[in-house]
């Protein structure tokens, strides 16, 4: 903590400097609060020995009377202390939520491409209000000690000097004890914050690629990565709880003993000449005023003092532009990949073209009382055959892919893959019979090859990994991250790149049905084209959800969706009985150099 104490010292200092108008009302104001503390004792021993001990009733009334005007006096001069702190907190608040705010526009407006900063939530929202809070506590506490410290003292050395040597001795001992502690607790306090962030950057990435992941099938291991956040968070609290009991003795001690001490010697005090109204207004020093003081500036130290200070070096430090080199905390984000190969899992038979899709008058709505998004549908997929769905936006293709997938289940009709149920509880990792990429990729830190390798269970030769990428275009990217163990950073990938590296891995993954969701939509024409051609040449049934209707040339057969009924057939059958496709083709004319190429590369495949 010695160089984030170095680096907040001179900011701190210039925010105070600042508001050095501010700073005096408030010691003026907490010095008129304070008054009582000396009189306090001093008053109460005066009422007793020289009013009540000594027979002179009305001098120990007058005495209390004094003693009770000067906590009235205090009270009222509370209301100037609180609006003085509040001059004080919130300018401090403002400024932390602008930084914060403008650190989060900069990054984006610098790296567009990277995913959003989730970590963000956490730091505008409960971070800044830790800071207010624990520095709107740590002035009001430190500015009530002072004062407080002070009359106190005073009033000790006006009664008697030789109390102090029975107070000073355990103060001073729980005072060094609680210092030993600041910095281990501050030390799990930002432990404590880190796991927070990584939980809230956690939390983030799986909503934002969760249907992905259970595309993928790797809900297990996600909901693995999320409670070891949740478990490490867990742990840092427990840590962080454990030296608060120790700063608990310390309080104990500095603040319980000098009290028993002060009860033990009171006899040996009355002998040295000490009055009771002496000894008695030193305890009540020791139990109004100084003890509850410290015992509340040490609560606020140890614990408002550390994350106050924590909590401003992370809001204040000068934005990474780049993931964290350190490995240990690189690893804080990755997912980790499996150390030793994971047991076979059993395939289902497959065709030798791969497996056949049939639906079955399947009708599903996204709730009881809404109107299906598609309605008794009848559909075929041949085994090895290439059909790209068309349609307007909203009309159901994401929908009819994910219950192809699996992902949805139908609330009439049935769906088979492959000849049986696609949701039926067969024990076969469903990843082994299809995949599907979504339009949003999913991709994780890590290093490219264990991107790639994600799908294949039982890993990949170099050849075929090579092939894969080389297949899909993914070759440049491959060279400029500096080969397949480069790691991998997905918030700077831009989103064609994402879609690369998901499509690679599709292409690698041993499913022999692949579904492709608007998976080539941040890709241009010519990668697009390349990309639907890997996948044309690669054994299997192709199920393309397109937004060019050139995808759709390319394709065996074309579904188009309209909403009221889907209709089925090739490129020149559909233009003579849809008029919706004849409107999505558009002004499009047939004879493109890219339909030879898909033609050449599907009679290869069908040999």
Not at 43 to 56: I, N, R, T
């Amino acid at each position: 903590m010695t160089t984030a104490t170095a680096r907040l010292l001179p900011r701190a200092r210039r925010f105070l400097r600042r508001r050095t108008r501010v700073l005096l009302l408030l010691a003026g104001w907490s010095l008129l609060e304070s008054a009582h503390t000396f009189l306090g004792g001093y008053g109460l021993a005066k009422a007793l020995d020289q009013g009540f001990l000594a027979g002179h009733t009305g001098v120990g009334l007058a005495w209390l009377g004094v003693t009770a005007l000067a906590v009235v006096v205090g009270g009222m001069a509370g209301r100037g202390v609180f609006r003085g702190l509040a001059d004080l907190v919130e300018p401090l608040r403002d400024s932390l939520v602008r930084q914060v705010v403008a650190r989060s526009l900069t990054q984006a407006v610098a790296h567009p491409a990277r995913a959003a900063d989730s970590a963000v939530v956490s730091r505008l929202t409960n971070q800044t209000e830790i800071a207010r809070d624990s520095f709107a506590g740590l002035v009001l506490v430190a500015r009530s000690f002072v004062f407080t410290a002070a009359g106190a003292v005073l009033g000790l050395l006006s009664l008697a000097p030789q109390l102090l040597l029975i107070v000073v001795p355990p103060l001073a001992a729980g005072l060094l004890l609680f210092l030993a502690t600041l910095r281990p607790m501050a030390a799990r306090q930002r432990a404590f914050l880190q796991a927070d962030e990584d939980l809230s950057t956690q939390f983030g990435a799986v909503a934002e690629g969760l249907r992905d992941v259970v595309a993928c099938g790797a809900q297990q291991q996600t909901a693995a990565r999320a409670y070891g956040l949740i478990e490490d968070e867990a742990r840092a609290a427990r840590q962080l709880a454990g030296w608060a009991a120790v700063r608990c003795l310390a309080l104990g001690l500095a603040g319980q003993l000098p009290i028993l001490l002060l009860l033990v010697t009171a006899p040996w005090l009355l002998r040295q000449g000490l009055t009771p109204g002496v000894v008695l207004g030193a305890l009540t020093y020791l139990t109004q005023s100084l003890l509850p003081a410290l015992h509340t500036l040490m609560n606020a130290l140890g614990s408002a003092g550390t994350r106050l200070l924590v909590v401003l070096d992370r809001l204040t430090s000068s934005p990474g532009t780049g993931p964290d080199p350190d490995p240990e905390n690189a690893g804080a984000t990755t997912a980790p990949a499996p150390t030793t190969p994971p047991d076979p899992v059993p395939r289902a038979p497959v065709p030798p073209g791969g497996p056949g899709v049939e639906l079955r008058a399947v009708t599903f709505a996204y709730g009881p009382a809404a109107q299906p998004v598609l309605h008794d549908l009848d559909l075929t997929v041949e085994p090895g055959e290439h059909l790209v769905v068309v349609g307007p936006s909203g009309i159901g293709k994401s929908t009819l892919t994910a219950l192809v997938a699996g992902l949805l289940e139908p609330g009439h009709g049935e769906i088979r893959v492959a000849g049986r149920p696609v949701r039926a509880p067969s024990g076969t990792d469903p990843s082994l019979l299809r995949v599907l990429i979504p339009q949003q990729a999913y991709v994780f830190s890590g290093t490219l090859r264990e991107n790639l390798l994600y799908l294949c269970p039982d890993g990949a030769p170099a050849p075929a990994l090579e092939a894969s990428a080389d297949a899909v275009g993914l070759d440049p990217l491959v060279r400029r991250l500096g080969g397949f163990d480069a790691p991998l950073d997905p918030g700077a990938l831009s989103q064609g790149e994402r879609q690369l590296i998901a499509l690679g891995r599709a292409h690698l993954s041993p499913a022999p049905l692949v579904l492709l969701d608007e998976a080539t939509c941040h890709l241009d024409p010519a990668a697009e084209m390349r990309a639907e051609r890997a996948f044309a040449e690669r054994p299997g049934t192709l199920i393309v959800v397109a937004h060019r209707i050139t995808s759709a040339r390319r394709a065996d057969r074309i579904l188009v969706l309209d909403g009221v009924r889907a209709t089925c057939g090739t490129h020149d059958e559909l233009l003579d009985r849809s008029a919706l496709y004849r409107d999505l083709a558009g002004s499009w004319q047939p004879g493109a150099p890219e339909r030879a190429a898909y033609i050449s590369a599907k009679s290869r495949r069908l040999g």
